[in-house]
């Protein structure tokens, strides 16, 4: 993606002078939120550290990072950005996609916050624009919807005799209503069926794939979700196991053993998202 893309903070003491000030203290502390669970992070709070010491944070050393786990619940975000907002964080990184962005955005107007891997802000309402975003609120979007219409382009040019790809949504996430709306004409574009697939638990994930063989699905599309992406290892060999052709926006599912992908990696886009 073209650096113009991102939008990101940590720095720019005239737009953000809780920030500033807070770095002119011994120790400056750093609130990130995840809607994702530390085990499955590990990858993505390394880059993490890792864009922080390149700009000359240290975690330990001039700088402390307060974490918050959603470990999946999304129900629990609100109550763990509050916890952080009540520490007095100089910025709240928002990790885990649009769930634990809006969730920060709801728990503070003055903390500078800055989110991650979000699919479109301006449709979400976490940002006005994306070249003015404004406010407290800034970050990076993966433009996940664009890519979802690509990937589904992609896997029918692999499978060609493919008249059905399913798409796989959580509809619990910010992001569902987006991917529906991008499904009927992705359909019209390639000439194909894309039934919609919704999956929030782990029991959706198997009913899911038991189900693409009755559809006659010849592949599945997989958004980047930060659920999704916490069971990427399950949903990779679910995948094998039902012999579906599968397409995700993350790197990380190829890495698990996917057939292919199409987009970003996640430790990249957080390292990035750290450095501003």
Known sequence: MRRREFIMLLGGAAAWPHAASAQQQAMSMIGFVSSRAPGES?????????????????????LAVAFRWAEGHYDRLPALAAELVNLRVAVLFAAGGPPSALAAKEATSTIPIVFSAVSDPVRLGLVPSLNRPGGNVTGMSLLNAELVAKT???????????????????????????????????????????????????????????SLRKLEAGGLVVPAEPFFDSQRERIVSLAAQHA???????????????????????????RTGSQG
């Open 42 to 62: 590990a990858g993505v709070v390394e880059a993490f550290r890792r864009g922080l010491g390149e700009t000359g944070f240290v975690e330990g050393q001039n």
């Open 152 to 210: 589904a382009q992609l896997l029918k040019e692999t499978v060609p005799a493919a008249a059905v790809i399913a798409f796989l949504v959580n509809p619990s996430g910010p992001s569902a209503e987006i991917y529906v709306k991008e499904a009927p004409a992705t359909a019209r574009a390639l000439g194909i069926q894309i039934p919609v697939l919704n999956a929030s638990t782990e029991h959706d994930l198997d009913e899911v794939f038991a």
């Open 244 to 270: 579906v052709p599968m397409i995700s926006n993350l790197r990380e599912y190829v890495v698990a053993g996917g057939l292919m992908s199409y987009g970003p990696s996640l430790p990249d886009s957080y």
